[in-house]
């Protein structure tokens, strides 16, 4: 006879084994509920990543800009200074971001700090000009059809015109402006993005445009131009969006016979330098914030974050003048320089005056000036580049530190031999015509 099992005959087996009442319909929405916020995790995880990767486009997708047409050709593969020039009738030296073009009447090269070369391009352009932004060269031919843009190390695009040009600018948001001569109008202006996407074309019927700069929003642009009425040449000056084609946002004149010769805009102010004044314009409504105005011939000028800097020859007592103004157009201080005084720059370190075979610096106010002797070969032009000049000679670019040379003439200061005497003045010892 079969004994039973104690589990069995107590039935703590089977209870232990009865299957629970389950609600089917509670798990489904509970299993339900956490694929929802899983995909909703992965969603937003996804937006998070878009919206950082377009606000970051500039930055994250640069170095892959133009591989298809990287600029492979070089004259040199020697790293250092002074860097020897070719054979060229021309040259003209630009700084963009943390590098240098040097442009000649058949070649554009590309540098960097080091004096490596990125590349050698042949343009084939009968008048070649260059303007840069912080990471462009807009290469263009003067009088002709064509232009093209590039970054340090690439061709970007390029593209040909029915017109001839006679202007070119990038701005800091890489809007290219191109401006040509027509049969039917004074000047027609065209806008490119920094892929050379068409965006904007003006005509212009009866006025010459003489330069164009955007307000580094992508969207506005700053645009002088010169007309006749009655006799009298009227400046003008508008602002435009590249997105409508409808009528200026604001104009303002200037009815003093001035030539416009420099523009500089941001989303705050429209700075102008012409031969016989410095304007300063509200770029939200075109209102005018100060006008400096002056008698003498313009030979040089710098427009900086935070300060103006002219350099005009004095009618009256025949002097090479430097002027100081802040972004309202009102004069700070004054200075003599040399005659020959051709270059100038200006940032948080000084205010940096080329005089041939030297470098004039002076603090803030135009005071405080010292000298920096470069060679015994005069120089023409120069970039500043974090701490370092790069200087454009006649057969070479050479490279100085500013601090160290500052440190050796300090040195050297007991055997230093005098210096010309320079004046400088306040504020309220100018004359200022409103």
């Not at 089917?24 to 990767?53: D, E, Q, S």
């Not at 104009?251 to 941001?266: E, V």
Request: net charge negative; with cysteine.
């Amino acid at each position: 006879m079969k004994v039973p099992d104690l589990a069995e005959a107590t039935g703590s087996e089977k209870a232990a084994a009865k299957p629970k009442n389950v609600d089917l319909n509670k798990y489904r929405k509970k299993k339900k509920r956490g694929m929802l916020l899983l995909k909703l995790t992965v969603f937003l995880l996804a937006v998070i990543a878009v919206v950082f990767v377009w606000l970051n486009a500039a930055t994250i997708f640069e170095p892959l800009r133009g591989i298809a047409s990287k600029v492979e050709t070089k004259t040199t593969d020697d790293v250092g200074f002074p860097i020897e020039l070719p054979g060229s009738s021309e040259y003209s030296i630009m700084r963009f971001g943390e590098n240098f073009s040097l442009l000649t009447d058949t070649y554009l090269y590309a540098y960097d700090t080091s004096g490596a070369q990125n590349y050698a391009l042949k343009h084939g352009y009968s008048h070649p000009e260059q303007t840069t932004n912080e990471k462009r060269i807009l290469l263009y031919d003067k009088l002709a059809y064509n232009f093209a843009l590039y970054s340090k190390s690439s061709l970007i695009y390029q593209k040909a015109l029915e017109d001839k040009i006679v202007y070119a600018s990038i701005g800091d948001d890489s809007l290219a402006a191109i401006v040509t001569q027509s049969k039917r109008y004074a000047n027609i202006l065209y806008i490119y993005d920094d892929g050379g996407n068409w965006l904007y074309t003006k005509k212009f019927a009866d006025e010459n445009v003489m330069q164009v700069c955007s307000a580094g929003d992508g969207e506005h642009i700053i645009v002088s131009t010169v007309s006749a009425s009655q006799g009298d040449i009227l400046t003008n000056f508008y602002r435009f969006s590249v997105k409508s084609a409808e009528a200026p946002l604001w104009k303002y004149t200037l009815r003093t016979g001035s030539l416009p010769c420099g523009l500089s805009a941001d989303k705050d102010k429209v700075i102008a330098v012409c031969d016989n004044c410095i304007l300063s314009l509200n770029t939200a409504d075109g209102e005018q914030l100060g006008l400096y105005a002056y008698s003498g011939t313009l030979k040089n000028y710098h427009i900086s974050d935070n300060r103006i800097l002219v350099h005009y020859s004095d009618i009256s007592t025949n002097k090479s003048v430097l002027i100081e103004l802040d972004q309202n157009a009102a004069a700070i201080s004054l200075a003599y320089v040399s005659a020959n005084a051709s270059c100038l720059y200006c940032d948080t370190s000084g205010i940096y005056v080329l005089e041939g075979s030297r470098v004039k610096i002076f603090d803030e106010g135009l005071i405080g000036e010292r000298y920096i002797q470069t060679t015994e070969d005069d120089y023409s032009d120069f970039v500043k580049i974090s701490g370092n000049l790069y200087m454009l000679g006649y057969e070479t670019i050479g490279k100085i530190n500013v601090y160290r040379a500052q440190d050796d003439e300090e040195a050297e200061a007991g055997n230093a031999p005098a210096e010309t005497e320079m004046t400088s003045r306040t504020e309220s010892e100018l004359i200022i015509t409103e």
